[in-house]
């Protein structure tokens, strides 16, 4: 019997979580997802330090501020990785707009604008490009300005299904429900261990996958941030999964039968269409306090690694 790996490629498009290039040759995922935090891993890998030296240089050669070079040499790297990856990926490379802008609507539309140009100036069209940003209120307005712009978008540091009912609503190309730290809020808040059929991100991506389906919303279910390859199990089926290069490889070492448990084609049947407007959102995701939490601590982090990243660009 093929291993894991392959056998999830014939039901879900796999999509690797990370910027490591020697990686993705080995696994062959279909697309490949890039953040912050990736992006400082890959700043420090020798094979990139060309292309630091780039984005530096493209800050460096603007009549702008300090801080303005900074952001224009952090987007040109998060570009130069992303086509690099490209080059070994069938399908998109999802780009992250600066975290320090997700409650901005109006500059992370000018951000996404900026990345999807520079990847047309290197030859890459915007079919082959997904532009992330944080599923906040303004985040989704963001996306849905640039869908209307043909720029497809990934709405991630999604925790809540409210959060995923204002994305469909909003008709953005995919979402990034996060299942690893959903359960890493419930383990650490209740004490409990969790297998893969009471984990609670899991049942999260499966109730938003299943009202999606049920109600034929175009946009794609992407399971992320996963623990174990328990929760990737529990979830084959799903449109696509971006795992990381540790389970992968984990996957295709495992030689036992992967069932399929998610089916677009016959989704487990839930309630009709939900409308929510700002103030619903808001008050949602106030009353959610794992989404709240999580949702404020991503930001911070991945702000967190974008000002280091900041300082490996100063040189």
């Known amino acids: 019997m093929t291993n894991k790996l392959e056998q999830l490629k014939t039901m879900t498009d796999v999509v690797a979580d990370t910027g490591d290039i020697e990686a993705i040759k080995q696994f062959k995922p279909q697309d490949a997802t890039t953040n912050p935090s990736l992006l400082l891993k890959a700043a420090a890998m020798p094979q990139y330090s060309p292309l630091v030296d780039q984005a530096r240089q493209y800050g460096q050669t603007s009549n702008k501020t300090d801080q303005e070079q900074l952001d224009l040499a952090c987007d040109r790297l998060a570009v130069l990785v992303g086509a690099e990856i490209l080059k070994f990926v069938p399908g998109r490379i999802s780009t992250e707009v600066d975290a320090r802008l997700s409650f901005n609507e109006s500059k992370m539309v000018e951000r996404g604008r900026v990345l999807i140009n520079q990847y047309e100036e290197l030859g890459f069209s915007r079919d082959r490009v997904l532009i992330k940003l944080a599923s906040t209120w303004e985040g989704i307005r963001a996306a849905e300005q640039l869908e209307s712009e043909n720029i497809n978008c990934n709405l991630t540091l999604l925790f809540s299904f409210e959060q995923a009912v204002a994305c469909a609503n909003a008709g953005v190309f995919l979402i990034s429900p996060f299942v690893g730290r959903i359960l890493d809020w419930w383990k650490n808040h209740t004490g409990l261990n969790y297998t893969a059929d009471n984990d609670p991100g899991v049942l999260s991506v499966q109730r938003i996958f299943n009202y999606y389906k049920s109600n034929k919303f175009n946009t794609v279910v992407m399971g992320a941030s996963f623990r174990n390859t328990g929760e990737i199990e529990a979830l084959a089926g799903c449109d696509r999964l971006t795992i990381s290069p540790a389970l992968l490889a984990e996957l295709s070492e495992d030689h036992d039968k992967l069932p399929q448990i998610l089916d677009k084609k016959s989704p ?25 939490e999580k949702l404020a601590e991503g930001i911070r982090q991945f702000t967190k690694d974008t000002l280091l990243l900041e300082q490996q660009l100063k040189g």
């Open 268 to 292: 487990q049947q839930t309630g009709a269409k939900i409308s929510l407007d700002e103030a619903e959102f808001r008050w949602a995701l106030n009353e959610d306090a794992m989404a709240t």
